[in-house]
């Protein structure tokens, strides 16, 4: 059983979905945004692989925009000739955009966009035509995704197929009706929960609060005595530390994400950054040696705002405009609540049946030390603007292990 947790664990963490690998070669793309006021707008994607195969070229994997610009008319003549949209409201015509590189382990991809013409009213349907690549390979396939349909529920997904393409099969027509306010907010929520689920320095933030609930400083405890802390006897106090820690957290996080998303208050994204990192070695450093006696909620509240201000960075990643904007920030609200209330519930009850142990003192110190050495090294990282990679370093490490025992090939 143990060996079978550890294999699980190691695929867990190798297998873990990013952006970068929802791309596979012998594959191209179509990206649909959907906005209620400005229409419909999107991108091509296609990698080295399949370039080279229609136009003779000898691109890398690797390629560059630099590399690639001498074909660019070429290729985006071409996209144009084999791709068509058409709905109930006339024929869409494709107004080609800029160009930019998706970085992509298994190879990158070029990016066109562009915006499709008279869609400022959606049509119920949309009818595409793509027939790129398969003239010169059959195996090829080609997949719209519709990545913002906020009435949809989707937001920002690069795993939601709404048509799929092959020789044969170049023409498709997908639905834009099956909508409602209710999917968007609902989709908003998804968002909020993986953002605190996905967001290690948000989550690393919040242990660092709730460690010190279920033991309470000695009146006359000095220096870092291991001995300092005495157990709480009872769940209410425990409970209403947290209650009352997370709620000023949550307080100062929605005031600066409607703050940021309204764009009435914007501070720069390094600067946030930084400060959340540091944030966690406050905090952890609180629990060893007390800033705020009797007043953790200080950091909570404080720190907040600026882990609000993170928050918000992630709308902006999301692509939102004004569509339903009061709507999309309170179900990303509520989704961050969630999330934080499933990881609280997930380690509470374990601290809590921990506390009279005598190995609970020391799962406080040096679990808060180890807070604190991540804390400086993200700060050191987010205030130079500097990659050191050793987060890369211990993935790539562990999938060596994996490797060696057949986990991973």
Not at 20 to 45: M, P, T
Not at 202 to 213: D, R, S, T
């Amino acid at each position: 059983m143990k060996k079978l947790l550890s294999a699980l664990f190691l695929l867990g963490i190798l297998l873990f979905p990013n952006i970068a690998d929802a791309h596979l070669v012998n594959q191209s793309y179509i990206f649909l945004r959907v906005y209620e006021k400005s229409g419909i707008e999107g991108r091509f994607e296609i990698n080295a692989r399949e370039i080279n195969t229609v136009f003779g070229t000898n691109l890398g994997q690797d390629f560059v925009l630099k590399d690639i610009e001498p074909y660019l008319d070429e290729i985006k003549a071409y996209l144009l000739r084999n791709t068509s949209f058409e709905s109930p409201l006339g024929k869409h015509n494709i107004l080609l955009e800029k160009e930019d590189i998706q970085f992509v382990d298994l190879g990158n991809f070029l990016k066109v966009y562009f915006v499709l013409e008279n869609t400022n009213d959606i049509p119920d349907e949309l009818t595409v035509n793509y027939n790129v690549v398969f003239e010169k390979d059959d195996t090829h396939r080609g997949f719209l995704i519709t990545e913002y349909n906020w009435k949809a529920g989707v937001i920002n997904e690069e795993a939601n197929i709404s048509l799929d393409f092959a020789p044969g099969r170049t023409v498709d027509t997908m639905s834009l009706t099956d909508v409602s306010v209710w999917k968007g907010f609902v989709a908003m929520v998804r968002q909020g929960m993986w953002h605190i689920w996905i967001g290690l320095d948000h989550i690393l933030f919040l242990v660092a609060l709730i460690l010190p609930a279920v033991v309470r400083r000695k009146s006359d405890a000095t220096g870092y005595n291991l001995a300092n802390w005495e157990p709480v006897l009872e769940f209410k106090p425990a409970f209403f530390y947290i209650l009352r820690v997370i709620t000023f957290f949550t307080i100062a996080h929605t005031i600066t994400l409607t703050l940021a998303s309204l764009e009435l208050v914007n501070l720069p994204s390094r600067l946030v950054e930084s400060i959340i990192a540091f944030s966690i070695g406050l905090a952890a450093f609180h629990n060893i040696r007390p800033i705020f006696k009797g007043r953790d909620w200080v950091i909570a509240f404080v720190f907040g705002l600026f882990h609000g201000f993170g928050f918000a960075s992630v709308l902006g990643d999301l692509g939102l405009t004004n569509d339903f904007l009061t709507i999309s920030l309170l179900g990303f609200n509520v989704g961050v609540e969630l999330g934080q209330v499933a990881i609280i519930a997930a380690i509470f009850p374990i601290l809590f049946l921990l506390r009279k142990t005598k190995i609970y003192n020391k799962i406080l110190v040096y679990t808060s030390l180890v807070l604190i050495i991540i804390s400086l090294y993200w700060c050191i990282e987010r205030i130079f603007d500097l990659e050191f990679g050793v987060f890369y370093a211990v993935k790539m490490q562990i999938r060596e292990w994996a490797v060696q025992l057949g986990l991973w090939s």
